[in-house]
Nanobody, 121 residues
Framework: QVQLVESGGGLVQPGGSLRLSCAAS????????MGWYRQAPGKQRELVAT???????NYADSVKGRFTISRDNANNTVYLQMNNLKPEDTAVYYC???????????????WGQGTQVTVSS
């Protein structure tokens, strides 16, 4: 079994900051890219940021310059530092990992359960 567990969501005022964490655990052989996606009410899930095993990053235009993704390969953890948050950043944030794992290891996309981020005054 492979699990991705997110933490760090919450309520923050516009202009504030939050740091999300996602730890992958279980029968993991190797992890390739990791990333964060978000889904606002009534909207489709969208990419926020991704990071490869070599730390190459990619960001949605809407978060460039405000969000920073990073990872700790030794602990199978990915982070999302979110600064200067805006009301339009309100969404459920999901962690994603492209990894080889499981009881009978195979490569696939794994998802966390999501963590709510609300930006409001």
């Amino acid at each position: 079994q492979v699990q991705l567990v997110e933490s760090g969501g919450g309520l923050v005022q516009p202009g504030g900051s939050l740091r999300l964490s996602c730890a992958a655990s279980g029968s993991i052989v190797s992890i390739y890219a990791m990333g964060w996606y978000r889904q606002a009410p009534g909207k489709q899930r969208e990419l926020v940021a991704t990071i490869t095993s070599g730390s190459r990053t990619n960001y949605a235009d809407s978060v460039k310059g405000r969000f920073t993704i990073s990872r700790d390969n030794a602990n199978n953890t990915v982070y999302l530092q979110m600064n200067n948050l805006k009301p339009e950043d309100t969404a459920v944030y999901y962690c994603n990992a492209d990894l080889v794992g499981g009881v009978r290891p195979y490569r696939g996309a794994y998802w966390g359960q999501g963590t709510q981020v609300t930006v409001s005054s």
